[in-house]
């Protein structure tokens, strides 16, 4: 049998313990970090026997995010596989977790055993999702698809972009957070997300994941 380095990152001690308690004893897992933290984790990397191939994180945690930390695991581990667990099935919030590089995204009403297969369909290559959070996926994408030619023309016709509109962008697309974001062009975060409301509006987007698919697009012409 096949098995798989994991790790858990998850603030809530009663649901970390039960995820701990079941997926650590299944034989198709070795769990090398069970933590409470981002910041936990990555220091924790250099501690293990094994780098984690799979990671279960949440959300909401203390201090960075899951969604903000996203690009910090894939640059300390660029193979693992990052399946997040969360309490939120918004639209928003789906979009930016898979913009910045998770594989699934499931909510923590998840059964454990559900869980369990889950994560080795992401082993297999799978992207597993909530049935809600698939539906706001899919709706996303019939709205973008159904916009009406004329509004694809207007946008083209928009104002251009600054230089300084573009270096956001491209952290978006890097999947960074506005906070990463304005560290790195030493900006303030109210200045980050002035430039994203004006990318917003020149690019007639409502989200992130609609600016990474006109960033997509943009590509592929």
Known sequence: MQTFS???????????????????????????LVVDSMEAFLSGLDTVAEPPQLILSDIGLPGRTGIEGLPLIHARLPGAQVLMLSVYADAERVYEALCAGAVGYLLKNTPLVQLKEHLLQVAAGGSPMSPGVARHVVQA??????????????????????????????????GLSYKLIADRHHISLDTVRNHIRAVYRKLQVNSKGELMAHALRRQQH
Request: hydrophobic residues 40%; contains cysteine.
């Open 141 to 174: 994408f019939q709205r973008m698809a159904a916009r009406p030619v004329q509004q694809a023309a207007a946008a083209r016709s928009t104002e251009p972009l600054t230089a300084r509109e573009l270096e956001v962008v491209r952290g978006i697309e890097d």
């Open 6 to 32: 994991l790790a858990i990152i998850e603030d809530q001690a009663p649901i970390r313990e039960a995820l701990s308690e079941y997926l650590c004893e299944q034989p198709e897992f070795r769990c090398e």
